[in-house]
C-alpha cells in the first residue's frame, strides 16, 4: 500500500495538515512525484505520520549515496541537471549524500580504492555510460582488493558487490540506462534509485598479458567497433554529435583481421539471480593500509561468489577467420514482439564474429543493430556463439624488435562500454562474471 511513498511529514502546524509524497507512474515508461495532503485532527495526523515513517523505514531503500557527478558529460549540464532534479527529490526522500564532481576520466576509480564504503548504501553515477562503467571498474576492484582477490588473475573467481549502483542520464549516449528503465528521463532513474529496486547484472573482465584492463557492464568490441570508439575519441569538439558522423567513415575504411578464437561453450541454465534482493548492510571495508595478508582471513564482503563450473582444456573449442569485429553484449538481447528487450543476468554470453561481407550488407546490419530491431544477427556473414569465456589471438600481428620482444605490427582497439582501450599484446581473454553487480531499476521478467 505504501510501497511507492517517497515521504510523510506534518506540513503545516497551525492547519493540522499531513503531506504524502508518492510517486506515480505517466506515459512512456516515465514516473513523476505527486502530493497527497490529508487534514484531520492533530493526533490523527500524528499517527498517519508515524505508521507509513514507521513502514518506510522498514523497507530495503537507500539512506547514504555517494553521488559522483561529471560536469563535462553530454552537453555539459549535468551539475546543473543533479541540483535541480534529482538533489531536490534525494532531499525530499530524507537520502544523505556524499557528491563528488569529478574533474578526469577514471577518477571514481581512484576515489573509491580508499573509500569507507561501511559509509554507504549505495553509489549514484550522473553522467553517461562511460561514468557509471567507472563507478563498477572502482567497486568491484576494489571488492576483490579487500578479499584477496587476484584481479588479475583470468581464472580468478570473483567477489560481487551488495551495494548497488545506479545512472542518472546526463551523457551522450545514455543506452544502459535506456536499457534498465525503457526511457532515458532523468525523474524517473532518480526515484527508481529512492525506491531502492535493483536487480543483479553480468560483468565481464578483459584481461592482457594476465593483467586486468577493465571490467565491462554493458558491450565489449574488438575490431570495427573499436575503432569507431577510438576515431570518435579524436573528434571530441563535435560533442554528441561525434557518435553519428565519425563512425560512418571508419565503416568506409573497414579492414578484416585475420584471428584465432577459443572459446568455452556454454551450458544453457534458467537462473533467478536477477530477483534476489539485497538487504543494506554496511559492506564490510578495509582501510587502505590493512595488510593484504590479513584480508584474506576475512568474510567475502557478505556478498555473493559466482562460482563458475570447472573447465579444462578439453572445453575449449577452436576456430580460425578473418573478421570485422569479435563483439559481445554484456546486456544480452532477446527477441519479444519483433523487437529486443535486455536481459541483465543471462548465463551466457553471445559472441559473434563479423567475417567478409557486401559494404551495403554490413551497413544494414548495423542499422538493425543500432535501432534494436530483431535479426540483427540473422546474416549469412555473422558468426555466432554462446559462451561463458573466451580468447582472441591475432595472427601475424606483431614482431621482434632489436631487443628480441615484441610489439604490435598496427594499432588495433578494443570499446570497452564506450571507451577505446588500447591492445598492448596479440591476444586477450574474455570472461563471464554471472550476476556480480546489483543496478538500481526493476526490469521487467
Excluded at 13 to 24: G, L, N
Aim: with cysteine; net charge positive.
Amino acid at each position: 500500500m505504501y510501497k511507492n511513498v517517497v515521504s510523510v511529514k506534518i506540513s503545516c502546524e497551525s492547519c493540522q495538515c499531513v503531506r504524502v509524497s508518492h510517486v506515480v507512474s505517466r506515459t512512456n515508461k516515465r514516473l513523476r512525484t505527486e502530493h497527497c495532503d490529508i487534514r484531520a485532527a492533530e493526533s490523527t495526523c500524528r499517527d498517519i505520520e508515524e505508521r507509513i515513517s514507521s513502514f518506510i523505514a522498514n523497507l530495503t531503500r537507500p539512506k547514504r549515496l555517494l553521488v559522483f557527478v561529471n560536469p563535462l558529460s553530454g552537453h555539459k549540464k549535468s551539475v546543473k541537471i543533479y541540483r535541480a532534479k534529482v538533489l531536490p527529490l534525494f532531499n525530499l526522500a530524507g537520502i544523505h549524500t556524499q557528491t563528488i564532481e569529478t574533474s578526469r576520466c577514471g577518477e571514481p576509480i581512484d576515489l573509491l580504492s580508499t573509500f569507507d564504503l561501511r559509509l554507504i548504501h549505495g553509489i549514484v553515477s550522473i553522467g553517461g555510460d562511460g561514468m557509471f562503467s567507472d563507478c563498477v571498474n572502482g567497486l568491484l576492484s576494489r571488492l576483490q582488493t579487500d578479499s584477496g582477490v587476484d584481479k588479475n588473475d583470468p581464472d580468478a573467481d570473483i567477489t560481487t558487490s551488495n551495494i548497488p549502483v545506479g545512472i542518472i542520464p546526463t551523457g551522450s549516449g545514455n543506452y544502459l540506462v535506456n536499457y534498465i528503465h525503457g526511457t532515458k528521463d532523468v525523474e524517473t532513474a532518480t526515484l527508481k534509485i529512492i525506491l531502492g529496486d535493483h536487480h543483479m547484472s553480468n560483468v565481464v573482465s578483459l584481461h592482457q598479458e594476465q593483467k586486468l584492463s577493465r571490467y565491462a557492464s554493458l558491450l565489449m568490441g574488438f575490431g570495427l567497433v573499436g575503432r569507431m570508439m577510438h576515431d570518435c575519441e579524436k573528434f571530441r569538439w563535435l560533442g554528441p554529435s561525434r557518435y553519428n558522423v565519425v563512425p560512418v567513415a571508419t565503416l568506409t575504411q573497414r579492414k578484416l583481421v585475420d584471428v584465432h578464437v577459443e572459446y568455452v561453450p556454454a551450458e544453457e541454465k534458467k537462473s533467478n539471480h536477477s530477483l534476489i534482493p539485497l538487504k543494506y548492510s554496511r559492506q564490510v571495508s578495509l582501510p587502505a593500509s590493512h595488510p593484504t595478508k590479513n584480508r584474506k582471513l576475512l568474510p567475502r564482503l557478505n556478498s555473493v561468489p559466482v562460482e563458475p563450473p570447472a573447465f579444462n582444456k578439453a572445453d575449449w573449442r577452436k576456430l580460425d577467420c578473418s573478421v570485422y569485429g569479435v563483439d559481445t553484449y554484456v546486456v544480452t538481447q532477446r527477441e519479444k514482439g519483433g523487437s529486443l528487450v535486455p536481459r541483465f543476468a543471462d548465463g551466457a554470453l553471445t559472441l559473434w564474429l563479423t567475417e567478409r561481407c557486401s559494404l551495403p550488407e554490413h551497413v544494414e546490419q548495423l542499422s538493425r543493430l543500432q535501432h534494436a530491431k530483431a535479426g540483427y544477427l540473422d546474416f549469412d556473414f555473422i558468426r555466432q556463439v554462446r559462451t561463458t569465456r573466451y580468447r582472441v589471438k591475432l595472427k601475424d600481428a606483431s614482431s621482434k624488435n632489436s631487443e628480441g620482444g615484441r610489439h604490435q605490427k598496427k594499432k588495433y582497439y578494443i570499446n570497452v562500454d564506450g571507451e577505446a582501450i588500447e591492445l598492448l599484446t596479440h591476444e586477450f581473454e574474455v570472461k563471464l562474471h554471472h550476476c556480480a553487480m546489483p543496478i538500481y531499476g526493476k526490469i521487467d521478467s
